[in-house]
């Protein structure tokens, strides 16, 4: 009978005996990043990803803990497996690059990263920072691949993909409250060659501490002084009240925030300097800080996203119905403190600012406002200075551009002054009864309809009033006053509800202009006495007795 041969079964190995025979025997076998660590075994050795950016980074490890996952292969490879999305997105932070550190602005959705050469914050947009992120780990890769594998550094971790995980958790890390560049304006400016103490005017270097993401552009000298600008430019075109108002308003210009919430309007003669005087404004303050003002726009959906970062709103040589639009009363908002959310082309950022602009308008023309019945509103934020004087007989080309290059810090320093003045009048603007009047006189005209409508005519059950009669009336009403009167098409638009809201009258289309024919107008209402003898008065060549004009209360 044959012998039946069986195989006798080796014992089952374990796991562990298992991966120790795959593993081949080496002199010195390369440890995982984290026994290298542990054991303090870094002397000779190649240095790991780890061990470089704890190095590079030495504040980060014990809040952010490690900054690579690391793996081993069955050869017995060690390998970069991940990284640790909060280490790298706290290395743009003040922790990681104390001298560049990068913030985010929640209230914006952006981030902003200073820039130690200039002295600001300055806007980065996201591919920027996986550029930044990307370049890190190239380095770290490169700077340890004697360690281990860093093919995930230099590849796979580096696309855009996994890069955005850092700047998700960046918007939380780095996030700073909706004020961060808004503090201590008042105590501190930017200058162009550093930060001035504007409590003893000392000079200091510039530091992310401050927290600015604008700067003048010029430097500051405290000895500089300005004569062609003050004797040339601005004495010969201003009396001193209204160079001191001017003063002061610019000394709110250089603290980038409307803190008197204020817009100044220069208005009068046709090249009498206020272009001038505002191009050397701008120059101070830095075009990359300006924004050009169009109030036919302000009521649409992109207008105002292009203040985000500006401090001051220019109209420069605006027309007469610049603050007639629907959009100027948002005029109101841009200087008032007021928050607004902002939308731009191409994106889904909905940034909310609080809107405090400095605005200054020029004009050679009357100016009337778009008052919607807010009168009061307007009369707290306007700041009238009028050019009445004569246009220099000689011009000198170029002035503003002499003067920036010659006495820029001169200015300056004028400019200083001014704020100390505003700030001692605990930052109101302040205007004498001469200045008020010029402002109550530009808004009394702004409604120089429903003025005329309280002022210059009469209930009588047994009159009718044409509007063409009534129209002649209301041009001699505001010839008499030196204003500017309404086309007639405008004041018919408008004349008919200014009568309804003071006398309940509609208008009816039956009323006879005296020639038999119907036309519309009023019944029951004609103009006042004095009107009539003002109308009377222009045929006949006799001035009437004149009256005073209705009024603000003080």
Not at 458 to 464: F, I, K, L, N, T
Request: hydrophobic share 35%; proline share 5%; net charge positive.
């Amino acid at each position: 009978m044959s012998k039946t041969l069986t195989r006798k079964k080796s014992p089952k190995k374990s796991v562990a005996t298992r991966w120790t025979k795959k593993i081949p025997a080496v002199a010195n076998p390369k440890p995982t990043v984290n026994s290298q660590n542990q054991n303090g075994n870094n002397g000779a050795a190649a240095i790991t990803p780890e061990r470089w950016l704890n190095e590079k980074f030495p504040l980060l490890l014990n809040q952010f803990g490690n900054p690579i996952l690391t793996g081993m292969t069955r050869q017995g490879t060690v390998y970069v497996k991940d990284i640790g999305e909060d280490f790298f997105a706290a290395t743009l932070g003040d922790k990681g690059s104390p001298n560049a550190p990068t913030i985010f602005l929640p209230t914006e959705s952006k981030f902003y990263t200073y820039v130690p050469t200039e002295g600001i914050f300055v806007h980065q947009r996201d591919p920027v920072l996986f550029a930044k992120l990307s370049q890190l780990l190239l380095d770290c890769a490169r700077a340890s691949r004697n360690s281990c594998n860093t093919s995930a550094l230099e590849f796979g971790l580096r696309d855009s993909a996994n890069l955005g995980g850092v700047l998700e958790k960046g918007r939380g890390l780095l996030q700073v409250s909706q004020d961060f560049f808004s503090t201590d304006l008042t105590k501190f400016i930017p200058c162009a060659n550093g930060m001035l103490r504007l409590s003893d005017k000392t000079l200091l270097p510039f530091d992310p501490k401050y927290g600015r993401r604008n700067k003048l552009a010029v430097p500051y000298k405290p000895k500089a002084k300005c004569p062609v600008f003050l004797d040339t430019l601005m004495r010969s075109a201003l009396d001193a009240d209204a160079l001191d108002v001017l003063q002061r308003w610019c000394g709110l210009a250089l603290i980038g925030e409307n803190v008197a919430q204020r817009i100044l309007i220069l208005i009068g003669t046709p090249g009498g300097g206020k272009g001038t005087f505002v191009r050397v404004l701008t120059g101070i303050i830095g075009g990359a800080n300006v924004a050009s003002l169009r109030t036919q726009l302000l009521a649409e959906r992109f207008e105002v996203g292009r203040f985000l970062g500006k401090t001051l709103l220019y109209g420069a040589d605006v027309p007469e119905n610049f603050l007639n639009h629907r959009g100027a009363s948002v005029l109101k908002s841009l200087t008032g403190a007021d928050p607004m959310t902002l939308e731009f082309k191409r994106s889904n950022e909905s940034p909310l600012i609080v809107c405090k602009f400095n605005v200054i308008v020029t004009c050679n023309s009357r100016l009337t406002v778009h008052l919607e019945g807010d009168t009061e509103a307007w009369r707290r934020r306007l700041a009238v200075i009028t050019y009445d004087k004569p246009k220099p007989p000689k011009v000198i080309a170029d002035l503003d551009q002499q003067i920036l290059a010659n006495e820029a810090s001169g200015v300056l320093n004028w400019m200083i002054e001014g704020l100390d003045k505003i700030r001692g009048e605990g930052w109101q603007l302040k205007l004498n009864d001469r200045q008020q009047k010029t402002v109550d006189d530009l808004l009394l005209e702004s409604d120089s309809d429903n003025l005329f409508v309280r002022e210059a005519l009469v209930r009588d059950d047994e009159s009718e009033l044409a509007v063409e009669d009534c129209f002649a009336a209301y041009v001699e009403f505001c010839n008499e006053r030196g204003w500017s009167a309404l086309t007639k098409n405008t004041f018919s638009r408008k004349i008919g509800d200014a009568v309804v809201r003071a006398y309940g009258c509609t208008v009816h289309h039956d009323i006879s202009n005296g020639n038999g024919k119907a036309q519309r107008g009023w019944r029951g209402l004609r103009v006042s006495e004095r009107i009539s003898q003002l109308q009377a008065s222009t045929i006949t060549g006799k001035s009437p007795t004149p009256q005073k004009t209705g009024q603000f209360n003080k």
